[in-house]
């Protein structure tokens, strides 16, 4: 009997001690995982320009879900979302990405997934001739995959201009 309450009390003490300890980032780990997501970012917007389907698949996950800034542009399948990218890039001559401001990055402890805001300057152009210079407010979520940050979901918004003050008019008597 002894020799059972000696193997419970050291089961006690051993069974605690063998459970693996939640890491926490460091915050030069945090900078390094910022990083490495504002990369896949400027990658998925660079692909995007350069109409290269391959290489925007590569900032993908396995599977995407996808808002766009028309109300019925909901993307769920891959298939989906080729037909609406190449719908996009035979819309436009071209597209140019500015640099991405206002970066939000809120992340797990983990670092396994993360949560982006950020705005991006775009400027376009139409094939009908007709440029557009705009300023699109994106949020994407990105998961950690094979090691790698891949974006999962996303939507696109074009905020709105802020209101310009009503001009005073001069009045005289």
């Known amino acids: 009997m002894k020799k059972l309450i000696y193997l ?10 063998c459970q693996t300890e939640q890491k926490y980032l460091t915050i030069e780990e945090i900078k390094k995982e910022e990083t490495e997501i504002l ?3 400027v990658a998925y917007n660079k692909a995007s320009e350069d109409k290269n389907f391959a ?7 396995d599977s995407v879900v996808f808002f766009g800034s028309d109300q019925g542009e909901v993307i769920k399948t891959f298939a989906d979302y080729k037909v609406a990218i190449q719908k996009q890039w035979e819309e436009y001559e071209y597209t140019k990405y500015g640099e991405i401001t206002d970066l939000f990055i809120a992340m797990d ?4 997934l993360a949560s982006v805001i950020y705005g ?8 009908n001739g007709i440029s557009e210079d705009i300023f699109l407010r ?4 990105l998961r950690k995959q094979n090691d790698r940050w891949v974006i999962v979901s996303g939507i696109t918004s ?6 310009k003050p ?8």
Do not use: D, W, Y
């Open 8 to 17: 419970l009390i050291i089961t006690a003490f051993i069974l605690p001690s």
């Open 39 to 41: 990369k896949v970012l």
């Open 55 to 61: 290489e925007l698949l590569k900032t993908l996950a």
């Open 109 to 112: 402890s983990r670092a396994t």
């Open 120 to 127: 991006v300057p775009l400027q376009a152009k139409l094939r």
């Open 138 to 141: 994106v949020s994407r979520t």
């Open 158 to 163: 074009i905020p709105r201009e802020k209101p």
């Open 166 to 173: 009503p001009q005073q008019q001069n009045v005289t008597q």
